[in-house]
């Protein structure tokens, strides 16, 4: 059984282009929730994806969006980068019903 | 609102010595599951434990155990016998909406040898 996976793990970007980051779900999970970890801070809630919808959103602008495919795979596309979004982002996966989130490693985004 | 308060910001014991982290919810629901996790510096969160609401028994897992007590509202993690290997930064989150995980600030813990 694999865990979740993101890539890449680590990704440099210059204020006000774009950024894409992916994530693989744990076999078997159809369920994709993103958080954005700020340094010292605990992880905050994005969105939710689940059979490719978004299902729940969280205090995120527009400018954040995601995707999620047949597989159950995801992106996150971060629009205008801004310094502020410079951050770990966090994938979890789950199966709709269950109350387990499997999370990845992370994608620490640095924006100069 | 849904709230999850983790006061202790950073703790530093001595191996073998026993710690507690404390952990305070707020929510209006009555159903909802309480989570601790563990993030080392890889970043990865690992999953200790969930806890309904409906569940107020204590559980222990080798030298982890966790008080639960809805009367306070309070989700307390001690790690009995601490050892160097323990030392990362642990979450307490809510989850009443399944799938949005609200979490604390984390407890940074340092265990010494």
């Known amino acids: 059984e694999t865990g979740v996976t993101q890539s890449p793990t680590h990704l440099i970007k210059t204020r006000g282009q774009q950024v894409t980051l992916r994530c693989s779900s744990q076999?078997?999970?159809?369920?994709v929730s993103w958080y954005q970890q700020a340094l010292g801070q605990g992880p905050q809630f994005i969105f939710q994806?689940?059979?490719?919808?978004?299902?729940g959103r969280g205090n995120f602008p527009p400018r954040f969006s995601g995707l999620q495919f047949p597989n159950y795979s995801s992106e996150l596309n971060v629009n205008a980068l801004e310094l502020d979004d410079s951050a770990l982002y966090l994938c979890?996966?789950?199966?709709?019903?269950?109350?387990?989130?499997?999370f990845g490693s992370g994608t620490r985004l640095t924006v100069v | 609102a849904q709230k999850v308060t983790q006061a202790q910001t950073e703790i530093s014991v001595v191996e073998k010595e026993d710690v507690t982290l404390d952990c305070v919810y707020e929510t209006r629901d009555t159903t909802y599951y309480l989570f601790w996790y563990k993030q080392p510096p890889s970043g990865e969160l690992v999953f200790l434990i969930r806890?309904?609401?409906?569940?107020?028994q204590n559980e222990i897992s080798g030298r982890y155990s966790w008080n639960f007590q809805k009367s306070t509202s309070s989700f307390n993690f001690t790690i009995t016998a601490s050892q160097v290997v323990d030392s990362a930064v642990y979450f307490c989150?809510?989850?009443?909406?399944?799938?949005?995980?609200?979490f604390g600030q984390g407890t940074e813990l340092s265990v010494k040898p």
């Open positions: 979890a996966s789950s199966l709709v019903g269950a109350n387990g989130y499997t």
């Open positions: 989150a809510l989850d009443n909406q399944g799938g949005k995980l609200i």
């Open positions: 994806y689940y059979r490719e919808e978004e299902n």
């Open positions: 076999s078997g999970h159809n369920t």
């Open positions: 806890r309904n609401s409906f569940d107020e």
